[in-house]
């Protein structure tokens, strides 16, 4: 299977623990994506990675959440002193910045199967 | 910020029936794109759409991208029980990193 993998694909922790997500992107894909998703909405964009370099980063991304992308292929996320409101699905996501149809070469993106977090 | 707003919320529908659903935003996009997710699974990619104005057809399904590029349809013809799921538009704006703006969602269900 080529596509984006997450792991682990489901967590649980106790209120404060550290926790790490992965994402393995589709590997000719430079742009890598963080979303989270909460029940009964859309996905919200947390952060992107162009290569290594982590070029945004979203307001919902608070200082406990870190999100590296060391060799510009596989992403961590890691979120530290987690809070019961941090209980979501952590979606990756990759696309490849010169494929689609579009004049600025910005792509479809692809999306892991998630990594679900409930923080009791 | 730029926000989504699909409708309907939720359907319940025959199969074999014909399923229409949209999503409008107070500002342009360059890019929609409509996404099915299953519970407990991550968004898959059903259209992509980069013109105004473009129809697109994958299958049964067919997208348009408004005339203004504020809004876009999905339709689904002769729907089918394992059409069941959520249905995500998002939009995407031109030179910017590619990031996605997603709706809240259009739930589908389909009795057999």
């Known amino acids: 299977d080529t596509g984006v993998s997450q792991d682990p694909r489901h967590k649980i922790t106790k209120r404060g623990q550290n926790v790490t997500f992965r994402c393995d992107p589709i590997?000719?894909?430079?742009?890598l994506y963080w979303y989270r998703q909460t029940l009964g909405q859309g996905p919200e964009f947390l952060t992107y990675?162009?290569?290594?370099?982590?070029?945004?980063k979203s307001r919902l991304l608070s200082d406990r959440f870190s999100a590296e992308r060391p060799k510009g292929s596989f992403s961590t996320l890691e979120i530290q002193r987690t809070e019961q409101g941090d209980s979501a699905m952590y979606l990756c996501?990759?696309?490849?910045?010169?494929?689609?149809?579009?004049?600025?070469?910005?792509?479809?993106?692809?999306f892991g199967e998630g990594s679900r977090l409930t923080v009791l | 910020g730029q926000q989504l707003n699909q409708s309907p919320q939720s359907m319940f529908i025959q199969e074999g029936e014909d399923v229409s659903m949209n999503c409008t935003s107070s500002?342009?996009?360059?890019?929609w794109l409509w996404y099915k997710q299953d519970p407990g699974e991550g968004p898959v990619l059903l259209i992509a759409?980069?013109?105004?104005?473009e129809l697109t057809s994958n299958g049964r399904l067919t997208a348009q991208f408004g005339i203004t590029r504020k809004d876009s349809f999905l339709n689904i013809s002769a729907s089918i029980p394992s059409d069941v799921g959520i249905y995500f538009c998002?939009?995407?704006?031109?030179?910017?990193?590619?990031?996605?703006?997603f709706g809240q969602g259009t739930t589908l269900q389909v009795k057999p």
């Open positions: 996501a990759s696309s490849q910045r010169s494929r689609g149809r579009s004049e600025n070469g910005t792509g479809e993106l692809f």
């Open positions: 590997s000719e894909h430079n742009r």
């Open positions: 990675f162009q290569n290594e370099a982590q070029l945004e």
């Open positions: 500002s342009i996009f360059n890019t």
């Open positions: 759409l980069y013109k105004a104005g």
């Open positions: 998002a939009g995407q704006n031109r030179g910017n990193t590619g990031k996605l703006i």
